[in-house]
DNA sequence: ACTGACTGACTGACCAACAAGTGAACGCCA
DNA sequence: TGGCGTTCACTTGTTGGTCAGTCAGTCAGT
């Protein structure tokens, strides 16, 4: 039977292995020099390979981080949607989503990464692209929670919609200023967004779960 | 008498002018091509000028660029406190404040501006700090428009400091979104900001100014 | 008022550093 | 043994910054 995916030979695996470790290797470049000053050499010393050989991979830089950042991308939005997917109810649900997204430390890798992303899409159609579905992706995921919790009479959510939107814009704005202001503390940032998820959800701060 | 300030000649007026000419300039080069890709050669073409007189005004592009967020922000920062120092209720105020701040397009210039001056501050010690004063004395403004209105009465707002906070972020999130999602509507992004602002201090969102 | 020495804004050619991408050659694995 | 993953030397293009020279504007002394 020949099968439409290439059989898994020793190479082939090589082969994605390398891809991966080149992209792993990008997305830390692009950490520690920023998006807009990474550069494919450092990707290549990163991985202990020869500049030519990114190039061999991805057929140019752009492609390169592009896809960088769509690996990124496919992470964060797996993580909400196995809290989401996950048990317990849907007050414990959002909980977790704040405690998962509300940024822990100024140099939280993952925001620090999203800003990059955000300036670079401005002038990137690709870039924005990515962005734009992860965004609204997550805004579904969070939606549904909201909605099963108002159909199971848990809370009262009357525009999930508009919440999970606002809930995000919230949790983005957040991100920014604890990437930035490194006096921020993690526990006033996740108590902020805290109190608005209460909010929208018409319950008191108080009921929402212990640690 | 002598003065500290040197004379108004002919030669320093022309100074400061070339000096305002090209920080006008390099607001528009990194607006087109974006704070990372602009080059000094662009704001001495924008300027109509020899590359080297840009460094001779400033000593690194970097100064050049930082420069020029710097005035920036002052023009974000004087933009809140005529609001609030201006005529009308704070709820009024609080309603302009949101109109004036809530990103109007999805090419919203200062928006535009300011998601890629967080990214370049992620690195960037002095934009940093330029970032987190404005921030932070945005959030005083806001915060002291929200005292006033809670201590004549006019709403209530428990905690001025963490609403201003909240809104602060908020705003940041939909300018996000705003300027990398096309089909986003400012009437609904306004109306999240709108109804956010009316929970944080207790009223009804209809009872927001009309117009 | 005039002038001549002087200052400093400005030019434009230039450079050194750097970075993306190319392609021929090479050697290892199936 | 053939082809694929990989290297390395190289080309090409770019860009921040420099510097010697120029000329308009300024000002002190007459």
């Not at 061999?56 to 830089?61: A, E, G, R, T």
């Amino acid at each position: 039977m020949t099968s439409a995916t290439p059989r898994r030979t020793k190479r082939t695996e090589q082969l994605v292995a390398r891809r991966a470790a080149l992209l792993e290797a990008a997305e830390r470049v692009a950490l520690e020099r920023g998006l807009a000053a990474a550069r494919v050499a450092d990707v290549a010393a990163a991985t202990d390979v020869s500049p030519g050989l990114v190039h061999y991979h991805f057929s140019s830089k752009d492609d390169l981080f592009v896809e960088m950042l769509r690996a990124a991308a496919d992470r964060e939005l797996t993580s909400v949607q196995r809290i989401a997917d996950g048990p317990g109810s849907a007050l414990s649900k959002l909980d977790r989503v704040l405690r998962e997204f509300v940024p822990t430390r100024s140099d939280d890798q993952s925001w620090v990464l999203w800003i990059d992303a955000w300036a670079a899409a401005l002038r990137d159609e690709a870039l924005r692209k990515i962005i734009t579905e992860l965004d609204n992706a997550w805004i579904d995921v969070v939606e549904q929670v909201l909605r099963d919790g108002a159909a199971s009479g848990e809370f009262r959510c009357p525009d999930p919609s508009g919440s999970a939107l606002r809930l995000s814009a919230l949790i983005d704005g957040l991100g920014i200023r604890m990437s930035l202001q490194d006096r921020q503390s993690r526990r006033a940032a996740l108590q902020h967004a805290r109190l608005t998820a209460a909010r929208e959800i018409g319950v008191d701060v108080e009921d929402f779960p212990r640690r």
